[in-house]
């Protein structure tokens, strides 16, 4: 565990850049420090790394302090990624990923092996090996970065602002494969971000600081969003609170209605006795499950259904794994207010009405206020 006690960092010119900061970073998981420009967020990773000394205070590795450990091999247990990559210009991206291997004496082959086996973790084709950093895209270069960072296979990462420099569907492909990898090598990852969305969407804890370089709260994201410490976190966290806390919310708790569904080759009978008074549109799957698209049973003729008469759905949500605010936004977005849940495999599970979505909302909303209140 990275155990940062009560640290403050003066710069010479008298700038608090860090103020008594003490946060537990748990191991194995992202803790994302986040806030506004100037609050310290890159002052204190780099004080994790040595980069920067602390004036005051004391920041512990596993229970030993790393003012005590040389530098190299602190370093080196911890890869660092930062905004722009920082590649070598130089150097191909396999040479680029292979650096701290080479660094700590591994012959040229084992340490290009290495790097080959890390692009395919990133998601990087292999074909880019032997290309420049000039002749890869934004968000390929980060992905470089995160590989050059993992090489060596450091227990820690150290994440200053990576994926800033990208627009923001590059940016959500990175977020994923971060999550992806981490699910895999299970690394103690301390990310800085000013931005409130990736902190909620990648951290287990999330330490927001206030300009002057203090902490306002450490709390993983559901709690900030449920219960923010004061008006500046509130602030920090934006509008719609209410609904991204929606998305740690399972969907798992919706009842779904099975009943008013008709495969495209419906009989007439079955047309007839899957309408219900309460759903006055039936939804209508090809013969392999999927949905197609709804329609009033008036409009439906037994052996003559054609996707093309059918109301679009919107988009489905994958029942028990996404959560209750993609079943909100698939209700809102359907035409007949009603929500189409799938299975894993994209078969229809059943549908549910924006209403009962609104009984779940306020039914979690509920538990995760008693929740809040047992853990505070
Ligand atoms: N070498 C330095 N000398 C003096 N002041 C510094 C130095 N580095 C940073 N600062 C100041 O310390 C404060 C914290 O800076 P830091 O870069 O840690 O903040 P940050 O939260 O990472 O900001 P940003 O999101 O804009 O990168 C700022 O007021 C900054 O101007």
Request: glycine content about 10%; charged content about 25%.
């Amino acid at each position: 565990m990275i155990r940062i006690d009560s640290v403050t960092k003066r710069y010479p010119d008298g700038t608090v850049a860090v103020d008594r900061l003490s946060l537990e970073i748990p191991d194995r998981s992202i803790t994302v420090l986040v806030g506004p420009s100037g609050c310290g967020k890159t002052t204190t990773l780099r004080m994790i790394n040595r980069m920067v000394e602390p004036s005051e205070g004391a920041i512990t590795l596993d229970g030993v302090d790393i003012s005590r450990q040389p530098v190299n091999s602190l370093r080196r247990s911890m890869g660092y990624v930062i905004q722009n990559a920082g590649l070598f210009q130089h150097r191909t991206i396999v040479d680029n990923i292979a650096t701290v291997p080479r660094l700590l004496g591994w012959n040229k082959a084992r340490a290009r092996s290495r790097a080959r086996e890390l692009m395919e973790r990133v998601g990087l084709d292999g074909s880019l090996a032997k290309r420049y950093p000039y002749q890869l895209s934004g968000g390929q270069q980060q992905r470089v970065g995160v590989a050059r960072a993992l090489a060596a296979d450091p227990p820690v990462l150290l994440m200053d602002e990576p994926f800033s420099a990208v627009d923001p569907i590059v940016r959500k492909g990175l977020q994923e494969e971060l999550l992806r990898i981490q699910d895999e090598l299970g690394k103690t990852i301390v990310f800085v971000t000013h931005d409130i969305d990736e902190a909620i969407r990648l951290g287990s804890m999330v330490a927001v600081m206030r300009t002057g370089g203090r902490l306002a709260q450490f709390a993983p994201p559901a709690e900030l969003l449920s219960s923010p410490a004061d008006t500046f976190v509130e602030d920090f966290l934006g509008v719609d609170r209410g609904i991204r806390r929606l998305s740690f919310f399972t969907s798992e708790t919706l009842e779904l209605e099975k009943t008013p569904i008709v495969a495209v080759d419906a009989t007439a009978e079955q047309i007839a006795s899957r309408s219900t008074s309460e759903t006055p549109y039936l939804l209508v799957t090809g013969l392999d499950g999927r949905p197609l698209g709804w329609s009033e049973p008036g409009d439906l003729v037994a052996g003559d259904i054609t996707p093309e008469q059918l109301l679009s759905y919107g988009h489905p949500f994958e029942y028990g794994r996404d959560s209750l605010r993609a079943a909100l936004d698939a209700a809102v977005l359907s035409p007949t207010g009603w929500a189409v849940a799938v299975d894993g495999a994209g078969r229809a599970a059943g549908v549910v009405s924006q209403q009962t979505i609104g009984e779940a909302i306020r039914a979690a909303h509920a538990k995760g206020l008693t929740d809040a209140k047992v853990a505070g």
